[in-house]
């Protein structure tokens, strides 16, 4: 008996050893959901010596694939297969060693949302209101500091975290619907838990959660079902090129190819072009896609198939999760762009009226083109990608405004810009912008010049594409320095006790709140203008500082004149016949002026009308 006891004694404690070897630290994804197109799934496991155990699920419909060892025995990656007929549940992923329990994790799988494959993206008919968090609305100041985060809030310094979060967000909703915004885009929220400059929230150190500062996955949640109630859409920023050098799996990687250039450093060479080149060296093409964006901000390498599938994952994981009507990717010419097809792939499997813009920061039309969607390049290269930000026409409508009218410069720089569209597979589902969060203020670039800045405001909300504003244009935000931090300030209003209040009005300039109700004007009528949305685009060549197109269809047609000259003109429209023939009136839009006879139109100073024309 006594022997008995012994064994007993022994089996027991060395279950015991064997249960407290395993300390499982995560499961990515946390949770998933039945009846998605695709049934794979890849977990992630990671805890100590995670890797000597076996993997034993029992739960009707999902079953278990593989179980991939890697370098790293901290890591496991379990491959799912959940079938059509899988019903939403819980059940335990249990961890064996030598055929005892070591440990488990109860998984879940939820219910989708009825219709969340069939959601319909961003598209011309929106513009969109885009928002660095920690710069618009302090919310809630109890999260400005929180344990564990190492930056600490400190409003006086330009680059440091000022306090703006998701709460902000979700009170102003009421100032965002009534300018006219139908749908939100947030610079990154996830954590950035950096030991500094951590508030762009592009240094992400945890791809699943979402900056404590910011608020939760649950508040982020929130806003994205108070957009819905208004009509409105949310836009995800994501980056799948890097990750933050303080990422939680720097300390302990899942293999060593796991990050580029690694425990090595080289900065990327940048040359985005090599992707299309057909001299480019191999040399070139690895110093782009293999080097790092900033020291703090390591390459992933997404030719890793475990980390491809993470990413890819972790995208479809937060569309289901959140709700969100669009994905803006970061530095999208950065990553293995194999990859980067085969997730826009994976995306629109699931979600097939969706829609993804990326960022590719050139000025050359050509090289923008080579990524969209239905694009027909030399190389063979097919990506799914539906949307680019339009970064050549930015710049031309910049330029063209500042510039001189000459025969190669001024208005008729925009003119040939748009003229490149014969380059886009599809030119009406680009994102236009005046300015974003990486460059000076519109109203900075058109020298503080109001009037050019309307000019300027006007085409963007009534050409071809989707718009964007960033937040703080409808009020002439400027900045004296040139530095992220500079023109990233502070929304007047967004804090108790500011000065200005761009909420209420109060402590705003004539001119701001001028412009601000100029911006409104345009936004709420282009809201139900479908021949805006979607009508086709006529322009004539400028001629004497006037520039002059049209939206139009089989019902309606608007007129849309630019003037660029600082005197009044009269504008002889004879030249326009083969559109305006059979309209004899109109009415202009930002001031409802009655206009009796189109054939001759007076043009104030510096300024732009829409007109509504009328049989």
């Not at 060693?97 to 219910?111: M, P, V």
């Not at 959601?119 to 513009?127: A, E, I, K, L, Y």
């Not at 072009?273 to 997404?302: C, L, Y």
Request: glycine letters at 8%; aromatic letters at 12%; a negative charge.
């Amino acid at each position: 008996m006594q022997k008995l006891i012994i064994i007993f004694f022994a089996a027991f404690m060395w279950h015991v050893s064997v249960s407290a070897e395993i300390n499982l630290k995560r499961v990515e994804p946390m949770f998933w959901w039945v009846g998605m197109k695709n049934p794979n799934l890849q977990l992630m496991v990671y805890g100590e010596n995670i890797s000597n155990t076996k993997v034993r699920i029992d739960y009707p419909g999902v079953s278990v694939e593989s179980v991939s060892s890697v370098e790293n025995p901290n890591y496991l990656f379990i491959d799912l297969i959940i079938s059509p007929e899988t019903k939403p549940g819980k059940f335990d992923i249990i961890f064996q060693k030598e055929g005892i329990k070591a440990t488990s994790y109860n998984y879940e799988l939820r219910q989708r949302e009825k219709g969340s494959a069939n959601r319909t993206g961003f598209n011309s008919s929106d513009v969109i209101y885009l928002i660095t968090p920690d710069r618009f609305v302090n919310g809630n100041p109890d999260n400005d500091e929180v344990e564990g985060m190492k930056e600490k809030p400190n409003r006086n310094n330009k680059n440091g975290r000022h306090g703006g979060d998701i709460r902000g967000i979700i009170n102003s909703l009421d100032y965002i619907e009534n300018m006219g915004f139908t749908a939100v885009w947030l610079n990154p929220v996830l954590e950035n838990n950096m030991t500094r400059t951590s508030y762009h929230g592009y240094s992400t150190t945890d791809f699943y959660r979402v900056d404590p500062r910011y608020g939760s996955n649950k508040e982020y949640l929130e806003l994205s079902k108070e957009l819905k109630k208004r009509g409105m859409k949310l836009i995800m920023d994501m980056i799948f090129n890097h990750c933050g050098s303080e990422h939680w799996w720097m300390g302990d990687l899942p293999m060593s190819d796991w990050i580029n250039n690694y425990p090595d450093f080289s900065y990327s060479n940048h040359r985005r072009t090599v992707n299309q080149d057909p001299h480019a060296s191999e040399i070139d093409k690895r110093g782009m896609v293999d080097g790092w964006f900033d020291r703090t901000m390591p390459d992933m390498n997404q030719r890793n198939p475990f980390l491809a599938t993470y990413l890819i994952q972790n995208s479809i994981w937060w569309i289901e999760y959140i709700g969100l009507e669009g994905i803006r990717q970061d530095t999208w010419p950065y990553p293995d762009k194999n990859m980067m097809s085969e997730w826009t792939k994976r995306v629109l499997e699931e979600y097939p009226e969706f829609n993804i813009v990326g960022e590719e920061w050139s000025l050359n039309p050509a090289i923008v083109s080579y990524w969209q969607k239905g694009q027909t390049n030399k190389d063979g290269y097919e990506c799914d990608l539906p949307s680019l930000m339009d970064f050549p026409l930015q710049s031309a409508v910049s330029e063209g405004l500042k510039n001189k009218e000459e025969w190669g410069s001024g208005l008729i720089q925009i003119y040939e810009a748009i003229a490149n569209d014969f380059l886009y597979p599809n030119p009406g589902n680009l994102v236009i912008f005046p300015d974003n969060h990486d460059m000076s203020r519109f109203f900075v670039q058109m020298g503080e010049n109001v009037d050019l800045l309307k000019i300027g405001v006007t085409y963007f909300l009534t050409t071809r594409g989707i718009p964007q504003i960033y937040y703080g244009t409808e009020i002439l935000m400027s900045h004296p320095g040139s530095e992220h931090g500079d023109i990233r300030s502070d929304f007047p209003g967004g804090w108790e006790g500011d000065n200005a209040n761009a909420f209420t009005g109060k402590g705003l300039s004539d001119q701001q709140k001028s412009t601000q109700e100029y911006i409104r004007k345009i936004l709420n009528w282009r809201k139900d203008k479908k021949v805006i949305h979607n009508g086709r685009l006529i322009h004539f060549a400028p001629e004497n500082g006037i520039y002059v197109y049209f939206r139009y269809n089989d019902s309606e047609a608007v007129m849309v004149i630019l003037n660029k000259n600082s005197q009044e003109s009269q504008l002889n429209t004879g030249r326009f016949a083969e559109v305006m023939g059979g309209y004899h009136s109109g009415k202009e839009i930002i001031t409802s002026t009655e206009i009796d006879n189109v054939s001759v139109i007076n043009m104030p100073a510096r300024s732009a009308l829409i007109i509504e024309l009328y049989k």
